[in-house]
């Protein structure tokens, strides 16, 4: 059981309580792990949208991803995952800003009405797009011949979240990330939500997290490393997110 009051967080688990400073660290975390449990089941990230399309993702995750993109400054975002396409926007405008850059975005089922809106955006000549399953060898080629030798690339994976296609996309497109850049498996929060309204049974397992972790046994290439924070003159530096262990760099 966990109790909130203005000045303190009191939290009881098997018969022990521990008390915790409205303004510590662990009162933060923990208060935190709530709210994205709460976010969830309000779909809170349905609400929002970037430059008129809707983006359904956690706006700390994007600006903790855009410092990602700033540092490393890739030529290529590759993202699995188009819904909307206001990720596509979102980063085609990061693209815009630094003076270089383009988005691939990739989906197995890009629906009519979300491509004429993405096409019809200002930011299209950013963007292209390419509608295939992300693990078929087919739409896997087309995806790297649009890809230069001497282009880096960073690829964002948002499309099916199960272990065994984030896994399949991991070994299919980790190639393609060169040293210092990141391949970013979103959306692990699954794991944490088993048992939520609109989760399945077997989240606890079947997660991008999970993909993650046997990519690692068998590929010493990359490494997780969390994203620094910047700028920082407060005492929190973990991010709040729905990317837990999402940002694997490429170290050799």
Avoid: C
């Avoid at 359904?56 to 993109?69: F, S």
């Avoid at 282009?151 to 497109?173: C, F, P, R, W």
């Amino acid at each position: 059981m966990i109790t909130v009051d203005k000045d303190k967080i009191v939290v009881t688990e098997n018969g022990s309580q521990s008390e915790y400073d409205i303004g510590s660290k662990e009162a933060f975390e923990i208060i935190s792990q709530l709210w994205l449990r709460s976010g969830w089941d309000t779909k809170y990230v349905y609400s929002f949208s970037w430059l008129g399309r809707p983006i359904i993702q956690l706006p700390e995750d994007m600006m903790r991803i855009q410092e990602v993109i700033y540092t490393v400054k890739p030529d290529v975002i590759l993202e699995t995952g188009i819904a909307h396409g206001g990720s596509l926007v979102f980063y085609a405008t990061l693209f815009k800003a630094i003076g270089k850059g383009r988005v691939i975005g990739l989906d197995i089922e890009i629906r009519p009405h979300n491509r004429q809106a993405i096409e019809a955006h200002e930011l299209f000549s950013y963007i292209t797009l390419i509608e295939g399953d992300s693990i078929d060898e087919q739409t896997v080629r087309n995806v790297k011949s649009l890809i230069q030798p001497d282009e880096k690339v960073l690829v964002v994976l948002d499309s099916n979240h199960s272990k065994e296609h984030v896994l399949s996309e991991l070994n299919a497109y980790s190639e393609l990330v060169n040293v210092n850049s990141y391949i970013v498996a979103s959306d692990g929060i699954m794991k944490d939500l088993t048992g939520a309204p609109r989760s399945d049974k077997d989240w606890s397992w079947n997660n991008p997290v999970s993909a993650v972790r046997q990519f690692l046994k068998s590929n010493k290439n990359f490494v997780i490393e969390e994203p620094a924070f910047p700028f920082n003159e407060g005492i929190i530096t973990k991010r709040v997110t729905y990317w837990p262990g999402a940002f694997l760099k490429r170290i050799k």
